[in-house]
């Protein structure tokens, strides 16, 4: 059974950094695309970022130049460092895990088969 755990979410000011850690179990995380989405209040949930199981990234364009996606495999842990963020980040955050790779679709949540719970990200003006 797979279990993905998100967790370092809180509430920054602007411009503040947050790391947001997914502690991954019951899967070989190397052969994975790992993905961070958010969703705000009211909001579709979004892609943010992905890393393919070979290492490349992707990540969506609001967020380019600030947050970093990075991986563990023999940790089986997936990372966001999220820096400058902003009121608009605002969001509960969540890691996903899909088999193989995304490519194209690695913003679209139905590429991905596992979820977290979430954490959330507070992010005060």
């Known amino acids: 059974q797979v279990h993905l755990v998100e967790s370092g979410g809180g509430s920054v000011q602007a411009g503040g950094s947050l790391r947001l850690s997914c502690a991954a179990s019951g899967i070989t995380f190397k052969y994975y695309c790992m993905g961070w989405f958010r969703q705000a209040p009211g909001k579709e949930r979004e892609g943010v970022a992905t890393?393919?199981?070979?290492?490349?990234?992707n990540y969506a364009e609001y967020v380019t130049g600030r947050f970093t996606i990075s991986k563990d495999n023999a940790a089986n842990t997936l990372y966001l460092q999220m820096n400058s963020l902003q009121p608009e980040d605002t969001a509960m955050y969540y890691c996903?895990?899909?088999?193989?790779?995304?490519?194209?679709?690695?913003?679209?949540?139905?590429?991905?088969?596992?979820w977290g719970q979430g954490t959330q990200v507070t992010v005060s003006s």
């Open positions: 890393i393919e199981p070979h290492g490349p990234t």
């Open positions: 996903a895990a899909a088999l193989g790779t995304c490519g194209r679709s690695w913003s679209l949540a139905v590429t991905y088969r596992d």
